[in-house]
């Protein structure tokens, strides 16, 4: 099957984030296809093929030093909580998808394993890009 790692890769990403097939599907490109998608998620994502793969995830993520180190990285998450904020302050940004076209909001964004609890936060102004700002809150 031609282009199968995209399909395998693009069917893993929509089941990842919740989100289905809609936003990985590019009509021009065979193995973006929602046929195909289907296709490998109907024939490929068995339990026992996902029960295998996590066994080969979690061997290659025990090599990696600053995993062992955090105690093998066998717990995560990592969760983000948006709302709005009432008042005018500069840590507040426009997203009329999350917030309505007359408020501004924020996004609090906190990460925790088995070691360490909050290893990260952030603020997220605009709310529409979790990304990290290189400061700690």
Not at 12 to 34: D, M, Q, W, Y
Not at 45 to 65: H, M, P, T, V, Y
Not at 77 to 82: E, K, L, P
Not at 85 to 107: C, D, E, I
């Amino acid at each position: 099957m031609e282009g199968f790692a995209t399909s395998l890769c693009a069917v893993l990403l929509s089941e990842a984030c919740n989100v289905g097939f809609t936003p990985v599907i590019k009509p021009g490109v065979p193995a973006l296809t929602r046929g195909r998608l289907v296709q490998v998620d109907q024939g490929y994502f068995r339990a026992e093929n996902i029960s295998a793969a996590n066994g080969l995830f979690i061997e290659a993520q025990a090599k990696i030093d600053v995993v062992r180190a955090w105690g093998g990285g066998l717990v995560a998450s990592a969760d983000g909580v948006r709302f709005t904020v009432p008042v005018q302050t500069l840590y507040a940004g426009s997203n009329p998808r999350y917030f309505g076209l007359r408020h501004k909001g924020a996004t609090w964004l906190n990460v925790v394993n088995d070691q360490v609890m909050g290893l990260r936060r952030l603020r997220d102004p605009n709310s529409d890009d979790e990304t990290d700002d290189g400061e700690d809150e």
